[in-house]
């Protein structure tokens, strides 16, 4: 049975489907851990919250950031991320900035998201300035041998998959100077997006979907409530655009709409849909077919 069916199979059936297959029985997992203060410093002083939960399989450890939606929280992935770190992946849940317990600075002030009329700034910062910490806390786990970054995911909800899309164009598009190379890192493999929302205040999608490199290169998989009109038709258009660009052989783009009216990490959890195991098959299913070697980030050794 080919990688798309097994996905459509476990959607369509998600009362009948088989769970992923977790570590093997005896083997402990190692216990999430909380990130705070300097942990997650961004260049501008937003000192960001996160849980880490480690992986298991060195340097073959995939490594998943899940990024929530608008006034939600890294708590909203509680159902997702242990399914995920149960397959050996390493998945990093933080709070962007104004939101969860990332609201507060090195100088003591608090991070404010007021309105969405004056979001578009913090929108960006959580792409330039959020997620290039997250990243520093990756490259120090990578070049510890505990994941591979060439290989990292990105789950994101509404807001999130906005910032996951706007963040993917910069990785693979902006050259930076790591180890004996230079040259966009192209880390981001696989996007899933969860009610992506089309015209998101301060990231509309059109930018980075007008990428020819993030329209052709990143295995993308879309999941939307299709009781809802506006997100199944923004879904529908994304996925729309980006069919041409992933001929039906590759198997790396596939959208899904559910029997709900839920969106976002509203859909998370729930039993009927199922969606914590479409995503672990989803990611599974795109590393099985490409191998991305580890390599050191840092200076080398």
Known sequence: MGFALVIVVLLGSADSAPAPQAQPKGKKLP???????????TSDGVQLAATFYPGTQGQDTVPIVLLHMADGSRKDYLELAPVLQEQGHAVLVPDLRGHGDSTRTRFGGTVRLDSRRAASVMYYDMVYKDMEALRRFLIDKN?????????LCIVGAEMGAAVALYYAQ????????EADRLGPPQDVKALA???PDWAFPGLPLSKPLGDPIVRSQIAMMILVGKEESKPLSDARRIHKLLQRHHPAERQDLFIFELPTKLQGTKMVGVKSLAIEVAIHRFIEGHMAQNRYSWEQRGKGK
């Open 31 to 41: 216990p999430p851990v909380e990130l705070g203060g300097n942990d997650l410093l």
């Open 143 to 151: 070049d510890a041998a505990e994941l591979n970054l060439n290989r």
């Open 170 to 177: 910069n990785d693979w598009t902006m050259p930076r100077r």
């Open 193 to 195: 997006l969860i009610s």
